[in-house]
């Protein structure tokens, strides 16, 4: 019979709670504790049962900006079909990938899932095109950084909680983010994780959107080392593939390929160097990579991807439109600057028009910026 008074936090009572999301038992050495955090900017009690990084994960889900990924675009927009990756589906293969690599080495996910949850928080509408324009329109007063972006999203511009602006994460995830925007020194091996992940995600599926919006067929893609290397696998593993499942096949190997590699590649490194603790490893170059072998094939085809993918006459075309679309919005509202949403108005009277104007256009999805900018056309 069950007990009618029972409470979920008496079942919290059954465990040493200094110990409960602190245990090194399934963590290898190296790994980064969560009772090594060095907590939050606003200070608060601990959950009874969420460690610091799953709350920091949950507020990631729960923010506003995070929910506006799913209609922001990673390559391409709706114009070219319903398959491809949104910024929101991107960031969830990342997630998957982050995942997949830090538990294979024994490290800390909820800090990693965190930092993968949080990477792209910061895009503007229409990807780095969006970003390229909200650049030259802020030349002069710090440019736009979609990295930075993201920290200005999680520091200051949500608000959801009444004793803090922002979400008020923990300082490894801040300062996580901000390697991704200047990349200096050597973080944490979990956000070194959340990075190189990120790599094999876009490229893969990049690939992936590419040849199923018309864009790149199989044969030019044997130009390139990596996508040849996966053919040849999945040719002498089966015969008479169809097309579609022939691209899928090597499509999934590419992520199998640069997965093993970059775990075989670490796994020798943290041997060469030693490394037993976290602390260790960040007094280092970054050891989460590829060898050196993946690493030259990935950049042949980020070579490869620029040349036939992202500046494609059809995408480039796409990207004046854009370009047009932002400016003219941007315009509008350094001239109605009362119009601009509340929301803004810290950003306003505490750092400039340009900036809240970008901070606004920014928070946009694809579909609200065109309706903003057919509407002042």
Known sequence: ?????????????????????????????????????????????????????????????????????????????????????????????????????????????????????????????????????????????????????????????????????????????????????????????????????DSVAYDTHDVDDAMEVGLLNTEQLMQTALWKRSAMRVRSRWTNLSEVDFKQAVVHDLIDIQVSNILNAVRRRLIEYDIKTWEDAIKLPVLVLPDSEIAEQKKEMELFLLEHVYRHPKVMLFRNKITGWINKIFEYYMTNIDKLPKKYENVLQQESKRRAIADFIADMTDRSARLYASYLM
């Open 1 to 197: 019979m069950t007990n009618s008074n029972f409470d979920i936090a008496d079942s919290f009572d059954l465990v040493d709670s200094s110990n409960f999301f602190t245990s090194q038992n399934f963590l290898s050495p190296y790994a980064f504790l969560t009772s090594s955090s060095v907590g939050r900017r606003y200070p608060e009690s601990e959950h009874p049962y969420r460690s610091a990084f799953q709350r920091d994960r949950d507020r990631i889900i729960h923010c506003a900006a995070f929910r506006r990924m799913s209609e922001k675009m990673q390559v391409f927009t709706a114009e070219f079909g319903n398959y491809h990756r949104t910024r929101l589906t991107h960031t969830m293969e990342v997630v998957c990938i982050s995942r997949t690599v830090g538990r294979v080495l024994g490290l800390n996910e909820d800090l990693i899932e965190a930092a993968a949850l949080l990477h792209d928080i910061g895009h503007p509408p229409f990807g780095h095109c969006g970003e390229s324009v909200l650049g030259m329109l802020l030349d002069g007063e710090g440019n736009f950084d979609h990295n930075l972006q993201a920290l200005r999203i999680v520091e200051k511009l949500e608000h959801r909680y009444v004793d803090f602006p922002g979400l008020n994460l923990s300082r490894e995830l801040l300062d996580g983010q901000l390697y991704k925007a200047v990349k200096s020194g050597t973080p944490l091996l979990e956000i070194q994780v959340v990075d190189v992940a």
